[in-house]
């Protein structure tokens, strides 16, 4: 069973348009939900990330909206650059014996110029 | 900055072969882990480790051993690899015990079973 789901798979947006990607999880002892990114030939790095006690997390151009009962997270990006062409990976673990960082099959973002 | 250094960077063997990957990190974190990435999987859990000595199971061990001899090595072993191991493996460490629960990752070593 999957415990992160990411969608949409790709997404295509124009230059200063706003990405918004969607990602939900089963386990509700999640506590902690990074989102990465990975551009091509790279590792992943973190861009951002949120716990349950915030529903909006801020950086920037990047904003993470979360609804801890819907189990459901976003992460918009305003003002879309081309430099944010990437692959965006959400991710969730718990704390203590449930420590185990899980991630999603990614959203793969291009932005045209 | 954290470090995490993976070796080798390719590479290549045949059905059957035994293969080690390793993976070195300089931050002192506890947590070690090892994923594997493939086009329409993203990123999955092989096994992890709290430290020397530990490891757990992740989500897709079949296959892989791993053995985590200091805090700072963790190694993968592939002792009879298949065309489905071919795959881009990922390192990476933290330390969530002590507040950093951001993931480092090593640059990935890729692996191609003939």
């Known amino acids: 069973q999957q415990q992160v789901r990411q969608s949409p798979q790709s997404l295509t947006v124009w230059e200063g348009e706003t990405a918004i990607l969607n990602c939900s999880y089963e386990d509700s002892t999640f506590d902690y939900f990074p989102w990465y990114w990975q551009f091509p030939r790279e590792s992943p790095a973190l861009l951002i990330a949120i716990r349950p006690v915030s529903n909006k997390k801020e950086d920037g151009r990047f904003t993470i909206f979360f609804n801890k009962r819907e189990k459901k997270l976003s992460l918009h990006i305003t003002d879309s650059q081309p430099g944010d062409s990437a692959t965006y990976f959400c991710?969730?673990?718990?704390?203590?014996?449930?420590?185990?960082?899980?991630f999603g099959k990614g959203t793969s973002l291009v932005v045209h110029p | 900055e954290a470090a995490v250094t993976q070796s080798p960077r390719n590479k290549v063997t045949v059905t059957g072969g035994n293969v080690t990957l390793s993976c070195r990190q300089t931050?002192?974190?506890?947590?070690m882990y090892w994923y594997r990435q493939d086009t329409g999987h993203g990123l999955r859990l092989i096994h992890y480790?709290?430290?020397?000595?530990?490891?757990q199971i992740g989500d897709v061990p079949d296959g892989y051993k791993a053995t985590r001899t200091t805090q700072e090595d963790f190694f993968l072993l592939l002792e009879l690899a298949s065309p489905s191991q071919t795959s881009l493996y990922f390192c990476?460490?933290?330390?969530?015990?002590?507040?950093?629960?951001?993931?480092?990752f090593g640059s990935g070593t890729r692996l191609t079973v003939l």
């Open positions: 480790s709290y430290g020397a000595g530990n490891l």
């Open positions: 991710a969730a673990s718990g704390s203590g014996g449930n420590y185990k960082p899980t």
């Open positions: 931050n002192s974190h506890n947590y």
């Open positions: 990476a460490s933290s330390d969530p015990g002590g507040g950093a629960e951001t993931l480092y």
